[in-house]
């Protein structure tokens, strides 16, 4: 009996998608490669199977098709293909910031420098090379070279990009947090990689108020003791301390990024050079394809959080794939992306420099409370074309009754989406206050890659609640608890073949030991990505949730985040965590933590209400043993919930080995919740 799949929510306009980039690339890769995934403008699943079948004709076309610019040609694509430990283009050195910076025209808009005031400034192409030549020489000069460590404590400003770059340029390896996290979270991450220089910015601003980090920016140098320099970015104008205070030189942004003699510095292996402004030249250190470009960090909520180490080589190809193909981003396109710097998508936000396209960084709050809708208007207004956000952000604008539609929107085309599974009940909104022809893009992928594993394209349709297909050259399946792929079933997330972007290591993990833990022990070979997924008959991907926090009573699993849905939709209840923790006496205990809209009161009623909603709209066999209001629901400072520390706290976990509070964006919420464990703990008869 064949599955009944629902129509599509969305399908794509014909005649756009077949003027996309997506498109273009099949009908090259037939042209070039022979290959049939180009016959046919919409047929994603035909140029799916090509990518994941043959993976060194796929990546060899990918890096052909966008004209990879190496000083060295590669051996062969894929020398060996094992997991973990694929040898990707051996032979080839590159770099990435030539990449970044080849594509702009002096005179186009690079990036957009906007914050939550509504203000905001540009850099052209011009500009950018000539301070990424200048923040290099400086860097030089203070002792920098290839495989050196540059970390950044700075907000998503442009300098952020342009000391990145720099770094990048000369082989130097980067790492980058936002100034939210203490210093000494902050510090957890840096002290690992033994910067050699730390770039700070005197603050951020956040919800209408400027945050002042200068005392956090110097007990964090004074925690990294393998500096030889800081460099102070004077973002909100706040006066810096005395030198003395520092325990290494300092040096001013401005005289970094400002230099009149960049161009005088000479690089050895270098690829061609880049035109900077008045003759400057910025010269690129020619690296091997599996040099580390960055170090970007897990969350660490429990112990000290885990270095991801990834490649120049991995990442080019792997954000060009993405960001040219999937999000069809080229030269007169304009990404407005929320993030924040120690998130993921920081780098994607980066990378848009590699397609010539212009990126817009923004600081502050992403719904200030004395303009909430300020990033629609700031997108009216700069005519983005890709708009990115998070779910929670779209579920708050419809909850709160805030309307994009005031602003014209005209220029978007994609609304992109990732940090959690998107419920169904999103699409609609955006369809009717964005644009009902604007593609919604929900994506899945991680840090791990720092990509997406399943998302859109201009040439798929989208079913509301789900993720369109796998990406390009992801070899994704769902397994079951035997390590067998099933359809149309609850399984785990698993790649079953390399992809160029997996990390090249983690840091101070000599052996191996650590990486191969955290992906491969389940099935041998095989990257376990902690993820629920069912992989639908129609070719899509429906995320549920971490696959650690899986519901499972009486054997039925469900995903916390099917829960999370329907309740959330409830106009009174502003945010949920569901938790199903095992007991000692073998019961199972499933309580539904609730954060109460303004107003709102939890009685009976509304108990009923809720209930109602999980029984008929997610599972009856999953209805909450108790529903317990809380203050608030605790996250990863990216925007996580905490459901698995959470879960630890109820059972009885010592809270200094469940979490640490660093990372937590309330910290105090921890105490919280181990109390609510404890006093159910005593109830039952087991103590405290």
Known sequence: MNTPYPAPFFTPDPKAAATSRIVDFARWAARHRGVSAGADDSDYAALHRWSVTDLEDFWGAVWEYFDVDAETPY??????????????????????????????????????????????????????????????????????????????????????????????????????????????????????????????????????????????????????????????????????????????????????????????????????????????????????????????????????PKGIVHGHGGVLLEHLKTLRLHSDLGPGDRLLWYTTTHWMMWNLVASTLLTGATTCTYDGSPAPLARPDVLWELAARHRVTVFGTSPQYLLGMAKFGIDPSV?????????????????????????????????????????????GFAGSAPTTPVWAGELSAPHLGVSLAAYDAEGLPVVDQVGELVVTRPMPSMPLRFWNDADGSRYREAYFSAYPGVWRHGDW??????????V????????????????????????????????????????????????????????????????????????????????????LEVPAVPHTRTGKKLEVPVKRLLQGAPAEQVVNRATVDAPDLIDHYARLGAERRRRRGGGG
């Open 75 to 304: 051996e062969r694509v894929l020398a060996e293909e094992r997991m973990p430990g694929a040898r990707w283009f051996p032979g080839a050195t590159l770099n990435y910031a030539h990449h970044a910076l080849r594509n702009l025209a002096d005179d186009d808009v690079a990036i957009v420098a906007l914050d939550e005031t509504g203000a905001g400034y540009e850099v052209t192409g011009k500009q950018l090379r000539a301070q990424v030549a200048s923040v290099a020489a400086t860097l030089r000069e203070l002792g920098v070279s290839a495989g050196d460590r540059v970390v950044g404590y700075l907000p998503n400003t442009p300098h952020t990009i342009v000391a990145f770059l720099a770094a990048a340029s000369l082989g130097a390896v980067w790492s980058v947090c936002g100034q939210d996290y203490a210093p000494t979270a902050a510090a957890d991450r840096f002290a690992q990689l033994g910067p050699t220089v730390l770039i700070t910015a005197d603050g951020y601003l956040f919800n209408g108020a400027t945050h002042d980090r200068r005392d956090a920016a110097l007990e964090l140098a004074r925690a990294l003791p393998t500096l030889k320099a800081t460099v102070l970015v004077g973002h909100v104008g706040l006066p810096w301390p005395s030198r003395a205070a520092y325990p290494s030189p300092l040096v001013p942004w401005e005289e970094a990024a400002t230099r009149t003699d960049a161009g005088a510095v000479d690089a050895v292996d270098a690829v061609d050079a880049v035109d900077g402004e008045d003759g400057e030249e910025l010269a690129c250190t020619a690296v091997p394809f599996d040099h580390p470009l960055w170090v970007v960090f897990s969350s660490g909520t429990t112990g000290l």
């Open 407 to 451: 602003h014209d929107l005209s220029s978007i085309r994609v609304v992109g989406c990732t940090g959690s599974a998107l419920p169904a009940s999103a699409y609609p909104w955006v369809r009717d206050h964005v644009g009902d022809g604007v593609l919604l893009a929900s994506i899945t992928g991680g840090t791990d890659i720092v990509s």
């Open 533 to 542: 997924i069912t992989a639908t008959g129609h070719g899509s991907v429906i």
């Open 544 to 627: 549920h949730g971490r696959s650690d926090s899986t519901l499972n009573r009486n054997g039925v699993r469900l995903g916390s985040a099917d829960i999370h849905d329907v309740v959330e939709r409830l106009p009174e209840i502003a945010e949920a965590l569901v938790i199903g923790a095992e007991e000692p006496d073998g019961g199972y205990w499933m309580p539904l933590f609730v954060v109460l809209a303004a107003g709102a009161t939890l009685d009976d009623a509304l108990r009923d209400r809720i209930r109602d909603a999980i029984r008929t709209g997610a599972s009856p066999r999953h209805v909450p043993d108790e529903i």
